[in-house]
């Protein structure tokens, strides 16, 4: 079952089918009891649509914050090290600790949905995406849904000196979430790949594959931690790390088109503005 949120309405997406579901906002059905069960009922008792319109498709979010982890993945620990210029033994320390790395990335009306442009950073010099597993929480700290994340990010401005992170992570256009949210019974299989391609005109620049079996923490643990002491009343999202890092050499250029591809889920794509 997915949820996507276009202009119009919510609408489920069950077996290829496409059900509007009117009277409930995004906000309402998050935190629901049960999310699952809601959609399930709204699919078996109205007539589908018809075909999703991709071009109506919205960032699947209403008043959701976002939240993101950081250094989860080793490859993630090693990038951040090289582009500290060897001072991020932090990082290294943050790996290993118990308690992770949580940031905040961006509000609601900042996140970019499927084909809207992401920005880069104007004071950046080397900026990149990062492809991440997004979260979607209940205000119960239940893990409802599990969609696409981008974490725009400015590497050499993060590099100089970690507190210069919500610099680097937190501006206008940052964030990309969608297409839509995969939501299900079981959790989501460990087995699950992520890949990311960077096309520049009109061919693959980068491409890199992950998979969440690399992934070093687990993922309720994740959520436990960021609802310590924290209260979300409509939920909130969750972005769980990259472990898919460009080489050093590469940078973000305007009209670049990010696609990021998740098992079970589908495909994110924002140009660069």
């Known amino acids: 079952m997915k949820l996507y949120r ?85 990082y290294d320390r943050v790996y290993s600790a118990e308690r992770p790395e949580l940031f905040f990335k961006s509000m609601p009306h ?57 610099q680097a992570k937190v501006y206008d256009a940052s964030c990309g979430l969608g297409p839509g949210v995969l939501v299900q019974k079981e959790p989501i299989s460990r087995s699950t790949a992520i890949q990311m391609d960077i096309v520049r005109n009109g061919e693959v620049s980068f491409t890199g594959t992950t998979c969440l079996t690399e992934l070093k923490r687990e993922l309720q643990t994740l959520v436990d931690y960021l609802f310590r002491d924290h209260t979300f009343l409509h939920g909130c999202y969750l972005l769980t790390g990259t472990g898919i890092v460009p080489p050093d050499a590469f940078t973000l250029q305007a009209q670049d088109e990010v696609r990021i591809s998740i098992d079970g889920i589908g495909t994110l794509i924002n140009t660069v503005a």
């Open 110 to 166: 900042k996140v970019i949905g499927p084909f809207g442009k992401v920005k880069i950073r104007s004071d950046a010099s080397w900026s990149v995406p990062e492809p991440e597993l997004a979260l979607l929480i209940s205000p119960r700290a239940e893990i409802v849904g599990y969609t696409i994340g981008n974490d725009m990010s400015s590497r050499d401005i993060e590099g100089l000196n970690p507190l210069y992170l919500p």
């Open 6 to 90: 276009t202009s119009r309405s919510a609408v489920a997406e069950h077996e290829g089918r496409c059900y509007p579901i009117e009277g409930r906002s995004f906000d309402s059905l998050v935190c629901d009891e049960d999310l699952f069960d809601a959609l399930q009922k709204i699919v078996s008792g109205k007539p589908p649509l018809g075909d999703l319109d991709a071009a109506d498709l919205q960032a699947p979010i209403g008043n959701q914050e976002v939240w993101a982890a950081g250094v989860t993945y080793f490859r993630s620990r090693s990038a951040r090290i090289e582009e500290s210029k060897g001072g991020g033994d932090f």
